[in-house]
């Protein structure tokens, strides 16, 4: 891991979003049943909470952070049968939350793909994206 010793600490935000595209069948069905496997929001944004609590086990020389805040958010797209995952993470630290904020959502994606699959595996995990950070001495960034 690279030294951040020197760093200050500063207050350190992060957005990453990603879409999940379904066929128009699994899409209505997300919308009215659900999965057997249980809710699938509730259960990806539990998956998405723990992979940002995770996420130096998951990427190799990721510092450890003492997160402060983790939201995940979900928005359809019923037009696109495409839902939107989006995570914010926020802690105060030496080093930002990118990393955290991209796996929560990579996690709640594949936690509604797995929960869905049982419609048929022509379901897209796409567009997994930082669309903003801010602190540190890189400053904002806004997709």
Do not use: W
Not at 47 to 69: D, R, Y
Not at 105 to 127: E, H
Request: charged residues 20%; aromatic residues 4%.
């Amino acid at each position: 891991m690279i030294d951040i010793s020197d760093k200050p600490i500063t207050k350190r935000v992060a957005q990453a979003e990603g879409k999940i595209v379904f066929s128009a069948l699994a899409s209505k069905i997300l919308l009215k049943q659900g999965s057997p496997k249980g809710n699938v929001l509730e259960t990806a944004k539990i998956a998405g909470i723990m992979a940002a609590k995770n996420t130096p086990s998951l990427v190799p020389l990721c510092h450890p952070l003492f997160l402060e805040k983790i939201s995940i958010s979900f928005h359809m797209i019923k037009s696109k049968n495409t839902l939107k995952v989006l995570a914010e993470i926020t802690c105060s630290g030496k080093t930002g939350v990118e990393m955290e904020a991209l796996a929560a959502v990579s996690a709640a994606c594949l936690t509604v793909y797995d929960m869905m699959k049982f419609t048929g595996q022509d379901i897209t995990i796409t567009d997994i994206r930082l669309v903003h950070k801010s602190g540190g001495k890189s400053g904002i960034y806004q997709r």
